[in-house]
């Protein structure tokens, strides 16, 4: 028997949901922290074209061009890199900065 019989359609699309949810969200954490790195190096000058990079929206006070700058980026390397290429990338974007971060505690 299939997995997809013995859970049932509705338990299926409720994990597929669910499943969507998530993905969107991590994605939306590592957008977030991808641009305030940028906007932070961008900050102390450390970061190419930083006196654009650095400004805020004055109405949400967020980094909108390092957003756009991150997103940009993104884009391009789903578009440009084979699916395992793009994975490993994930991969490896996902475990180092938690080996990193136990590295320095």
Known sequence: ???REQLGPARERT???AIT?????AGMVVLTACSRIVFVMSRDARFPAHRLMRR???RT???VP???????????????????????LITASTILPA??????D
């Open 99 to 104: 080996i990193i971060y136990g590295a320095a």
């Open 56 to 58: 805020v929206s004055p």
């Open 1 to 3: 028997m299939r997995k």
């Open 66 to 88: 390092a957003t756009v700058l991150i997103f940009g980026v993104g884009i391009v390397l789903m578009v440009a890199l084979p699916g395992a290429a793009l994975l490993q």
């Open 15 to 17: 994990l597929l949901i």
């Open 61 to 63: 006070h967020t980094p």
């Open 21 to 25: 949810v998530a993905f969107f969200g």
